[in-house]
């Protein structure tokens, strides 16, 4: 049994000016008035106290990234590849909820016969450190989706909170790798301090039973009525730690050439499902939130086994018109079956 | 959890080789005009001054092709050794600017995409094909497979429609070639005749109810507009077809190929992995949504 070893919290930035020797680090952090995981620079406004408002999926499938460059000229023309890897990169301090995103995220690129090479290459080059959660945010409810604020077995290193410090044990090769490292550089010493409990939720939901139930709802008036107030914004999917969809796009430098981009998308636009022609098999606001509620709650379980909603609460947290998933498993497990 | 009921089972082998997300480069080494808003390219690599198909495909399979600086689309794929073909119908940005392109023209493609009609189970049986418009297409690919594997079928009989003789496509195949070869019947019908034509009048659906197909022992392949597609069911289902027998291919926004993008799901499964070809048996099960 490895013991658990720790650091003050006061030397934060020592660990993490040592991290950043080997790799790009990822930290929670305040970039221009907005909260978001960003690489870590001296001076960095790090906010280890609340989950950030923007998902750290970004590190693994930026918003925007190039898949490949071509050109063309008359009847001629090429493509070139972009080399979708990156340096070593460390995802510094990821709750639980994200965690488990990035779990669902790996099913959908990694998963079903393909890879996708842009993505796989950066999860491949990535260490994840998991911290654990001692007081949930007013939005967050990941212990009603299954998820333990605690820990997260999936990491590859696990810190605690230990009010002054925190404990940090390595759960793979890529995590031990870092803490001897660390133990190196004498940062850590051992403790016998153990993470508190975490603090009751504000927000809780029962889940139990939702994919089954939605199973038998998919006319159900309910998504009327749900889908009313929805702008079609996109907010939540883009702060969204597990939505994956994107968009396959074409930027002209000029007449002759440009680049292939690959950028986040969401179900909520109308043109997503647009074909030539102009059949939208999702033509009104209600499909598109059924659409979205289904994926995360019944559809994604189906096919890979898990949950695609994680309970951080961003999409709570940011939605204008208060359009809540937790609201939306409790009426959809209220509301009779339409059979 | 909830057990899985559509089974994915594209084929992986070509593509697993590259970074499924990239274009190869090819050439156009044909294009056959069909209609006059229809042709056929033929699509092939050229390696040391020989022409070969960028990749097989399997028929109902997919291929997506892109001509650099406009854009890229998916397209059902008819297989041959030299080259690829697809026949694309004008009906926007993409499609405009393949009917102004010539022979030599560079162009991306990927795949092969998609589950395709899986032909060892249809083995010993007779095989109805129905098409409409240039859901001739996707049928052509697994005609063309039944015709190079003549002995493993029974009965083959295709009734094919289109808006008027002259938006009829493959004319060479449905009137040449297919006729000639043994037991296959080819019966077609046009919505509107001209002073030249001497065969059907009249929609698909009602040929369909004249020529009352028998479903003994019989896979029917159906493609076509929706509305065709609809019609046609009841009618197939009149006549005794089950809905295991009755498969069709589906069409929905793409833009991976690969099952990631999320753009073609209905319900949870995603259209171009674990379809397009999906018999009706299995669209029952799925929300209707497409
Ligand atoms: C499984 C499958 C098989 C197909 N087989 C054939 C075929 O054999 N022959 C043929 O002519 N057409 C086929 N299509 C339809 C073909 O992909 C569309 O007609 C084509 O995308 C229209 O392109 P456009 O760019 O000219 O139209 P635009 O109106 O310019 O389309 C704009 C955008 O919408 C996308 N889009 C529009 N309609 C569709 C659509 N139906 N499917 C996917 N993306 C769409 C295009 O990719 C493009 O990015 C098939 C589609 C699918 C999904
Ligand atoms: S649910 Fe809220 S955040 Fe999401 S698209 Fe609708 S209005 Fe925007
Ligand atoms: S659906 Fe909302 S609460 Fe659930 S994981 Fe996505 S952003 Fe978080
Ligand atoms: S086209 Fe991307 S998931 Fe089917």
Redesign the pocket.
């Known amino acids: 049994m490895q013991r658990l070893k720790a650091f003050p919290k006061a030397k934060l930035t020592a660990v993490l000016e040592m991290m950043i020797q080997k790799a790009t680090v990822w930290v929670p952090s305040m970039i221009a008035g907005v909260s978001r995981f960003a690489p870590y620079r001296p001076g960095t406004d790090i906010q280890m106290g609340t989950n950030t408002a923007i998902s750290p999926k970004e590190a693994l499938f930026p918003s925007t990234e190039k898949i490949y460059k071509f050109s063309a000229y008359g009847i001629d023309g090429d493509f070139e590849p972009v080399d979708p890897s990156v340096g070593p990169q460390i995802l510094f301090g990821l709750r639980s909820c994200d965690m488990q995103g990035i779990l669902c995220l790996d099913d959908v690129f990694l998963t079903r016969g393909y890879v996708d090479d842009f993505y796989g290459s950066k999860r491949e080059a990535t260490t994840l450190i998991t911290l654990g959660c001692v007081t949930p945010g007013a939005d967050c409810f990941c212990a009603s989706m299954g998820v333990n604020p605690a820990e997260h077995d999936a990491s590859d290193a696990q810190m605690y909170d230990l009010g002054d410090a925190y404990g940090i044990i390595a759960r793979s090769v890529k995590g031990e790798a870092l803490v001897k490292d660390l133990m190196a550089a004498g940062l850590l010493s051992d403790t016998d301090k153990s993470q508190g409990p975490t603090a009751d939720f504000v927000l809780k939901v029962d889940s139990e039973g939702i994919t089954e139930k939605l199973q038998q709802m998919f006319d159900h008036p309910l998504w009327d009525e749900l889908s009313r107030k929805c702008l079609n914004c996109g907010t939540c999917a883009y702060l969204c730690p597990t939505c994956h969809c994107f968009d396959i ?1 074409e930027k002209k430098r000029n007449q002759h050439c440009g680049v292939k981009i690959k950028c986040w998308d969401t179900c909520m636009f109308s ?1 997503y499902a ?4 102009g ?1 939208n098999p999702r033509p009104s606001k209600k499909e598109r939130v059924r659409q979205r509620f289904m994926h995360k709650l019944r559809y994604f379980p189906e096919r890979y086994g898990k949950l695609q909603c994680t309970g951080c609460g961003r999409c709570i947290a940011k939605c204008p018109v208060n359009l809540e998933i937790t609201d939306v498993i409790k009426l959809a497990g209220e509301a009779k079956s339409d059979g | 959890m909830v057990e899985q009921k559509i089974n994915p089972v594209a084929t992986l082998s070509d593509v697993k080789r590259i970074n499924p997300l990239i274009p190869m480069k090819a050439k156009v080494t044909r294009i056959i005009d069909e209609t006059a808003d ?1 042709k056929t390219f033929c699509i092939a690599k050229e390696e040391a001054g020989r022409f070969t198909a960028p990749f097989r495909t399997a028929p109902g399979q ?1 291929a997506m092709l892109s001509l650099p600086g ?8 008819t297989d041959a050794p030299e080259h690829l073909q ?13 009917h102004e392109i010539c022979p030599g023209q560079t162009v991306g493609v990927r795949g092969p ?2 589950n395709g009609f899986p032909m060892d189970e249809y083995k010993g049986k007779n095989i109805l094909f129905i098409g409409g418009g ?2 001739l ?2 049928v052509r690919s697994v005609v063309r497979y039944c015709v190079d594997h003549r002995d493993d079928f029974g009965q083959l009989h295709l009734i094919y429609g289109s808006r008027s003789p002259a938006d009829l496509v493959f004319k060479y195949d449905l009137f040449d070639t297919w006729p000639a070869v043994r037991d296959f019947k080819v019966s077609v019908t046009v919505d509107r005749g001209d002073d030249q034509w001497k065969g059907n009048v009249g929609f698909v659906p009602a040929f369909i109810e004249q020529l009352r197909p028998d479903p003994e022992n019989t896979v029917c392949i159906l493609c076509g507009p929706p509305i065709m597609i609809k019609f046609t069911l009841g009618i197939l289902d009149k006549l005794g077809f089950t809905p295991e027998n009755v498969i069709t ?7 991976c190929g690969i099952g990631k993008c999320g ?2 799901n209905i319900g949870s499964c995603f ?2 992995l674990d ?2 070809v999906f018999s009706l048996a299995q669209l029952k099960t799925m929300p209707n949504e497409y």
């Open positions: 796009a043109e647009l074909m030539a022609g059949h | 229809v997919l406009v854009g890229e689309a998916m397209f059902s794929a697809l026949s694309i119908k004008k009906v926007g940005v993409l499609t405009d600017a393949l995409y998609g240039i859901g297409a996707p291919t589906l069409e929905m926004r793409m833009k753009r073609c259209v171009c379809g397009p």
